[in-house]
């Protein structure tokens, strides 16, 4: 579905961004990774060190792709960092980092990649929010705020180039099986218990599979949903359209 489009995908290197790159290039499309940590890079993949929080290192990064490739088509916006607590448990400064990489992050990449989409015949982006763009999860204030924000970046973005022919939609994952989940799972005095409890909350009994959320985002940006903008699809076991609150 996507033969000789290219395709960035921001933290590609790991987890939901990885199993997004694959079904990409899968259908046929080109990846750059775009990440802070390409150690785990696919080698299928062409790689590029880039902080999505600091705008030189995008600007650099996007230049290097068009460089390599002479195109870009797809903008998948899917590093992101997770915050702990409610609203009194980070500071001003952890605030400014986390929404500076979930949510400005997406408008750098975004942004330096938009004289290339405009020039796509099947332009798209995919943008990876959360179940906490909607739920507002507990005890993850900081967290659901820069996810909120971006399905109204979303809506936006899309509104502002439709006419452009760029198409702007997200994915909004319930906890997933990645790394990020795997750390805190390690970090639990019992990882198997805590793991098991997780899986029972679940509404289907299990996390969600990074290639769930994969097909997802591979169908936002295939000709397949080419009047589909602005919107989202909720990988999450029914948890946001069901009204089950994760404990
Ligand atoms: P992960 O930690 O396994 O992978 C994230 C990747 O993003 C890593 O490769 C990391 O190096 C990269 N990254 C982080 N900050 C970066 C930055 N400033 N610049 C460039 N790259 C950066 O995490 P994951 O679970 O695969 O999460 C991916 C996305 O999915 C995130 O946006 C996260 O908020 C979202 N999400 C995850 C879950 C879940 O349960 N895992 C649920 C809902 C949404």
Known sequence: MLDGLVAIVTGGASGIGAAIAAALHDEGAKIAVLDRDISGADERFAAFTADVSDRASVDAAVA????RFGRIDIVINNAGVGAQGDIAANDDDEWARVLSINVTGIARVTSAALPWLRKSPSAAVCN???IASTTGLPQRALYSASKGAVSALTRAMAADHLREGIRVNAVNPGTADTPWVGRL???????AAERAALNARQPHGRLVSPDEVAGAVLYLVSPASGSTTGTFIEVDGGMAQLRLRPE
């Open 64 to 67: 290097a792709v068009a460089e």
């Open 128 to 130: 990876t929010a959360s």
């Open 185 to 191: 799972l390690d970090s639990a005095d019992d990882p």
